[in-house]
């Protein structure tokens, strides 16, 4: 409404709207009375010095007293000349009075002002209490807790935010896994030069999850691609996002996406991906309701929601990836998986020029030569080897690390480390010896076998008092019949050397019945490697959930004959196994009961060592 529209052209005077309220005329009154009270006692009674209230008392004067711990009140028989009928003195030590009362000075009390102790009295734990609860709940928030300032940032994002100057680490500084690399790098490419990747139609992927074997690599993959890429970093991992708050995991979601368009374009990493992402609905309490599940929900939404030519890249690395939900993985999602295995061969060497550029080297040491002691090693396996023979060389003083703290570095992560304290009787290192050397003759007989690297008799690890090391000499990615059978042959080979040697059995060989056992179950229900039970594979994929009793599924996709001949079919290949051992061995009993001397007087025996014994028992 226009103020000239109206009659004269005036706006309205808005007139004050006042509210009664019974309350301010309570406060008012009692104000009022307080300090009437305040002006008729002023009125009232007369401060006077307390020789002056001595001398009314000597003088009769005083009709009443009263007495405070500070001051004494009178009341007087007759009123003063000024009309007041009270007087008031502050109280004087009686002996201090009586004296000074002596020379007829006059004479008064002072009362001390306590107000500022009294208020530091009360105001001080006061402000002592308050300064520590607010260090308190500053310290929770930043800590994401549940003080005021981790109440309001709970629903936060947590991911750290890394700037591309601050991401140090680029391809050149990861090795071993070039096909990795290969696919991380056309995502880089989009990142940096969008329009060229996009004048034919294309877009980027809108997610890429890295899978593979713990070590291998995915995170220093992670940082890399965004070192390469010059772009803002987001690193949070899976279990992040979960709180015991329901509904906190979907907010940190929100604000992360929230966070990474504002920063695009950028790359958002989240390790761990299945602590946040494993599949609905499995379990007995889980439940639409579920925190996870809510959480999963919102990443899901939040994939489908923004648009992938924003330049948001999202990044996810897991070990797991059977346990993941199948919407994470379906197109639009996550749109490529890249594999990152272990290295072969020539990726270990690779790894290993990467980690001994960080040590002093002797002239003997050769990473080809480490690679090839070092099958099924993942990247980060390598990296602990390198710092476990740094630390060997530098036990013993040496200038520069060698090839012999490699090789021991080796069999410390192999074996264990060694126990030379531990004493064993004479009859336990003869038993022993003969176990260990049993291995090693059978492994050098048999063809298609794993070469012996080292034989020793020196306890090691948790339970084992000796071990025969084998190191494959290339990667392996098939394995034919007959070279299981072998491998079979050489498990048993301890244990026939113990029947043969000595006469009897001891429970050195535990460990190597249950890879023998585990092993020949393989070949049976698995490769079907048996003519009883057929080219069948009885054994079901493992399943990684529980189902509602919160155990394993136990059901047998076959029936019991078929079980029994499974058994039988297990049994005739460790029978044959162990017979195949007994039968070399008892061939070459003198080469064995030689070896094992010679084991009990070294202790340990190389592969050089073992060269004159091999030689001959291959010609037997």
């Given at each position: 409404m226009d103020g000239k529209n109206l009659p004269g052209g005036k706006p309205p005077v808005l007139?004050?709207?006042?509210?009664?309220?019974?309350?301010?005329?309570?406060?008012?009154?009692?104000?009022?009375?307080?300090?009437?009270?305040?002006?008729?006692?002023?009125?009232?009674?007369?401060?006077?010095?307390?020789?002056?209230?001595?001398?009314?008392?000597?003088?009769?004067?005083?009709?009443?007293?009263?007495?405070?711990?500070k001051l004494l009140e009178g009341k007087l028989k007759a009123p003063l000349p000024d009309g007041r009928t009270r007087i008031v003195a502050t109280r004087v030590d009686p002996a201090v009075a009586a004296q000074l009362d002596q020379y007829g000075v006059r004479f008064a009390g002072a009362v001390e002002n306590t107000f500022l102790s009294e208020m530091l009295s009360w105001l001080l734990p006061a402000l002592v209490l308050f300064g520590l609860w607010g260090w308190l709940a500053r310290r929770m928030a930043s800590q994401g807790g549940f003080g005021m300032g981790g109440l309001l940032s709970v629903g936060k994002s947590r991911a750290r935010v890394h700037q591309e100057s601050d991401v140090q680490v680029r391809f050149a500084d990861v090795a071993g896994v070039d096909e990795a690399k290969d696919e991380l790098r056309e995502s880089v490419d989009f990142l940096k030069n969008p329009k060229a990747y996009g004048r034919l139609g294309a877009?980027?992927?809108?997610?890429?999850?890295?899978?593979?074997?713990?070590?291998?690599?995915?995170?220093?993959?992670?940082?890399?691609?965004?070192?390469?890429?010059?772009?803002?970093?987001?690193?949070?991992?899976?279990?992040?996002?979960?709180?015991?708050?329901?509904?906190?995991?979907?907010?940190?979601?929100?604000?992360?996406?929230?966070?990474?368009?504002?920063?695009?374009?950028?790359?958002?990493?989240?390790?761990?991906?299945?602590a946040l992402g494993r599949a609905r609905g499995i379990g007995p309490y889980t439940g639409g309701h579920d925190e996870k599940e809510q959480t999963l929900n919102q990443l899901l939404a939040e994939m489908d929601g923004f648009d992938p030519s924003a330049g948001v890249l999202i990044l996810a690395a897991t070990n797991r990836p059977e346990v993941l939900d199948p919407a994470l993985l379906r197109a639009g999602r996550f749109d490529r998986q890249v594999l990152v295995d272990r290295p072969d061969r020539q990726g270990r060497v690779e790894i290993l020029r990467v980690h001994l550029r960080k040590v002093s080297l002797h002239t003997d040491v050769d990473a080809d030569k480490v690679a090839a002691l070092t099958?099924?090693?993942?990247?980060?396996?390598?990296?602990?080897?390198?710092?476990?023979?740094?630390?060997?060389?530098?036990?013993?003083?040496?200038?520069?690390?060698?090839?012999?703290?490699?090789?021991?570095?080796?069999?410390?992560?192999?074996?264990?480390?060694?126990?030379?304290?531990?004493?064993m009787s004479e009859q336990e290192r003869r038993t022993v010896a003969v176990h260990e050397m049993g291995h090693a003759l059978v492994a050098i007989v048999l063809p298609g076998t794993d070469p012996v690297h080292k034989i020793s008799i020196i306890p090691r690890g948790i339970g084992a008092l000796g071990y025969t090391l084998q190191r494959p000499t290339e990667d392996r990615y098939l394995v034919r019949r007959s070279e299981l059978e072998n491998r079979l042959a050489v498990l048993f080979g301890g244990r026939a050397a113990e029947a043969l040697v000595l006469g009897e059995l001891s429970t050195g060989a535990a460990?190597?019945?249950?890879?023998?056992?585990?092993?020949?179950?393989?070949?049976?229900?698995?490769?079907?490697?048996?003519?009883?039970?057929?080219?069948?594979?009885?054994?079901?994929?493992?399943?990684?959930?529980?189902?509602?009793?919160?155990?394993?599924?136990?059901?047998?996709?076959?029936?019991?004959?078929?079980?029994?001949?499974?058994?039988?079919?297990?049994?005739?290949?460790?029978?044959?196994?162990f017979a195949r051992a007994s039968d070399i061995l008892a061939q070459r009993r003198a080469l064995l009961e030689e070896g094992a001397q010679q084991l009990l007087g070294k202790e340990t025996l190389t592969e050089e060592e073992l060269k004159p014994l091999a030689e001959r028992a291959r010609a037997l």
């Open positions: 007139k004050p709207h006042w509210q009664f309220n019974l309350w301010y005329v309570v406060f008012a009154l009692i104000a009022l009375a307080w300090t009437r009270d305040l002006w008729v006692s002023s009125r009232q009674v007369q401060p006077v010095a307390y020789s002056e209230f001595v001398q009314h008392l000597k003088e009769g004067r005083v009709e009443s007293v009263t007495v405070s711990s877009r980027m992927p809108k997610g890429v999850l890295l899978v593979g074997p713990p070590g291998t690599g995915k995170t220093l993959l992670a940082r890399a691609m965004a070192g390469e890429a010059g772009v803002p970093f987001f690193s949070i991992t899976g279990s992040e996002f979960v709180e015991m708050f329901v509904g906190v995991g979907a907010a940190r979601v929100r604000d992360m996406f929230v966070q990474a368009r504002a920063a695009a374009p950028c790359i958002v990493f989240i390790d761990e991906l299945d099958p099924g090693f993942a990247g980060a396996d390598l990296a602990n080897l390198v710092n476990e023979a740094a630390l060997l060389a530098t036990r013993r003083g040496a200038e520069s690390v060698a090839m012999q703290d490699f090789t021991a570095a080796v069999e410390r992560i192999v074996a264990g480390l060694e126990k030379r304290h531990r004493v460990d190597d019945l249950a890879k023998a056992s585990e092993l020949a179950l393989d070949m049976v229900t698995r490769f079907g490697m048996a003519a009883e039970v057929g080219q069948v594979a009885y054994e079901r994929p493992r399943n990684p959930f529980l189902d509602s009793a919160g155990q394993l599924h136990a059901e047998r996709p076959h029936s019991e004959a078929t079980a029994r001949a499974i058994d039988e079919a297990v049994r005739r290949l460790v029978d044959e196994a």
